[in-house]
């Protein structure tokens, strides 16, 4: 298990999110299930009463690694539409587009 999975497991259960930004990033069910087995065996969650919880090592390593999640690079969630992009035009030149060759209008 990886720091970025662990961190993203942890804050799954400290804000009692969806499971499907794991699924997202191609972790499987069985995965899941043993990356919580290994939190727990590790001290960083607790299981009492069916209900997982964040100790306050799982916290603390939560907080001190929560940087590893956030995305810094645009481009790496961004996604360019190149089919709506126009070609570069002259300071004196003006854009009046047809509205039906705009795809992001219809």
Not at 25 to 41: A, P, Y
């Amino acid at each position: 298990m990886t720091t970025k999975n662990k961190v993203l497991l942890l804050r799954i259960i400290h804000e009692g999110g969806d499971i499907k930004l794991l699924r997202h990033h191609n972790i499987s069910f069985r995965e899941i299930g043993e990356m919580v087995e290994t939190s727990i065996d590790e001290g960083l969650l607790t299981n009492s009463d069916d209900i997982i919880t964040l100790t306050d090592q799982g916290k603390g390593f939560l907080d001190s690694n929560i940087g590893i999640i956030k995305e810094r690079d645009k481009s790496k969630w961004i996604e360019l539409d190149m089919k709506n992009k126009i070609r570069k035009l002259d300071k004196d030149e003006v854009f009046l587009p047809a509205q039906n060759a705009l795809s992001f209008l219809k």
